[in-house]
Every structure is written in C-alpha cells, then in structure tokens.
C-alpha cells in the first residue's frame, strides 16, 4: 500500500522548528512502512511561506508567479527537513517534479512545491495518479471541512461526508497563490477524475492520522 500525505508546512515549522511534532510524525511514518507499505510525503510552506510573502508585500509590488516561486522555495525548505530525519529509510534527494519520480526501494519519499500554478494538494494528486493510490490524506489545521468558514461564523456545521462536487461548490473553481481553502479547486477537479478519496485531517489529531493510514475510523472528512 502506497500512502499520500500532503502535510501542512505549519506542522514543519511555526515560529520555530516544531520538533517534538516531527519526532511523533517520524514514528507513525516509520511504523507503518515496518509492514511493508510505502509513504510519500508533499510538504506545504506554511508559516515561513506566509512570513516571506508578508514581508515581500510591504517592500514591493509582488507578482503571483513570485508569490508561488517564494511559496515553492519554503516547501523544498521544508521538505529537506523531513526527509532528512527519515534517514536511510528515505530517498536521498527531494521529489520536485511529481511527474518524474524516481524508482526506488526506500520507503519513504519526500516531495516539495514544483512549479508557478501548481499548489503541493495538486503535486499530491498528481503523485497519487502515478502511483495509483486510492486514497490522498490531507493533514491541515481543521478538524473537518464545514459548510462555512468557520472562523467567521459560529453556526458552521461540519461535514463528515462530503462528494467531490460538494467540495467544488465550496472552495471554487480558480486557484490563486495564498488561497486559504481546504483543498486546491483546480486539484478537486483532477482528484475526482482519478477517483480518489480524500481525508481531510487535522493535523496536530496523530491518533486519526494513524487510524487512517491503516484504514480504520478517523476524525475528519472525507471526500470522495
């Protein structure tokens, strides 16, 4: 079994270096490829993303391409870290183009950000295609995806369930570089069309998260 996580960078760092997250993440991952199974892993920018591209906005006139060239450099950033701590059990070098993955008997591979356009949910759905998994688990900062933002609104309603095209209607059809959804709109087009199933978990939840990787009962939703 081939498991994709696209893992928030927030989970990678956030004000610092979120070690102590990192070393239970490092577990469950090694843990589940003990029995056999393969993980890759496509790390987000997060927080150093947001760092830079706030700092960019208050120097200049920043143009989206940039934006994504920034938001590109932090996930390989990140993406170095992780792979680094998997040791021999990873592939030596980061994944940067999802379209060319190396072949490998190590277990785990490590992907970053790949190009201007592209979002790290869409690397993650591309790797999913190509190594024909099922299932793409989506580690972010939410318990459940709702039917309104919830941040905004105190009567939004979580979403244990939710089809492809229901997530469509609520993230939108056009992706842009910072957009703060659940899930990449031009990525929940291409995940439908392969036929995946996406569960949408928050990422500080490890319990779920390792209830997910082996197929059992998880908090959190899924998409499909």
């Given at each position: 079994m081939t498991a994709i996580i696209s893992l928030?960078?927030?989970?990678?760092?956030?004000?610092?270096?979120?070690?102590?997250?990192?070393?239970?993440?490092?577990?469950?991952?090694e843990d589940f490829v003990k029995d056999g199974n393969k993980a890759v892993i496509v790390t987000g920018g997060g927080k150093i993303n947001f760092m830079y591209n706030q700092a960019a906005k208050k120097i200049a006139d920043i143009s989206d391409e940039d934006f994504d060239l920034i938001g590109i450099a932090c996930t390989k950033l990140n993406a170095h870290l992780l792979r680094s701590i998997f040791?021999?059990?990873?592939?030596?070098?980061?994944?940067?183009?999802?379209?060319?993955v190396p072949k490998t008997d190590r277990p785990v591979i490590v992907a970053s950000g790949w190009k201007p356009g592209f979002s790290s949910d869409m690397d993650a759905v591309i790797l999913a295609k190509h190594f024909?998994?099922?299932?793409?688990?989506?580690?972010?900062?939410?318990?459940?995806?709702?039917?309104?933002?919830?941040?905004?609104?105190?009567?939004a309603k979580p979403l244990k369930e939710l089809s492809w095209d229901g997530l469509q209607a609520l993230?939108?059809?056009?992706?842009?570089?910072?957009?703060?959804?659940?899930?990449?709109?031009?990525?929940?087009?291409?995940?439908?069309?392969?036929?995946?199933?996406?569960?949408?978990?928050?990422g500080n939840d490890l319990v779920s998260f390792r209830s997910a990787l082996h197929n059992k009962p998880f908090k959190g939703t899924v998409v499909r």
């Open positions: 928030s960078g927030k989970f990678v760092f956030d004000k610092e270096v979120k070690v102590e997250y990192l070393k239970k993440f490092k577990r469950i991952i040791g021999r059990i990873a592939y030596d070098d980061v994944v940067k183009d999802p379209t060319r024909k998994a099922k299932t793409l688990i989506n580690l972010t900062n939410v318990d459940y995806v709702y039917d309104k933002d919830p941040r905004g609104h105190k009567d993230v939108g059809t056009e992706w842009r570089p910072r957009l703060d959804m659940p899930f990449d709109p031009i990525a929940v087009k291409d995940a439908k069309k392969a036929g995946l199933q996406l569960n949408i978990i928050n």
